[in-house]
């Protein structure tokens, strides 16, 4: 490799530009499953107390 390892960890001078935009990429690609999780629990609880409440009624 032409001017070694740390030119190509210093991007030609774009080092902050890349390296920042991979981290962000790989912190949102992290956070985004937890976050559907979380989502996706809170809305099944909603539907179960929807469920519970209608059954309630109808009794």
Do not use: C, N
Not at 19 to 26: C, D, P
């Amino acid at each position: 490799m032409k001017g070694g390892i740390s030119e190509f960890f210093a991007m030609g001078g774009y080092a902050l530009y890349v390296w920042g935009s991979f981290g962000a990429t790989a912190l949102l690609m992290i956070a985004e499953p937890l976050l559907v999780r979380q989502r996706r629990k809170a809305a099944l609880q909603r539907i179960s107390r929807l469920v519970r409440i209608k059954s309630e009624q109808q009794s």
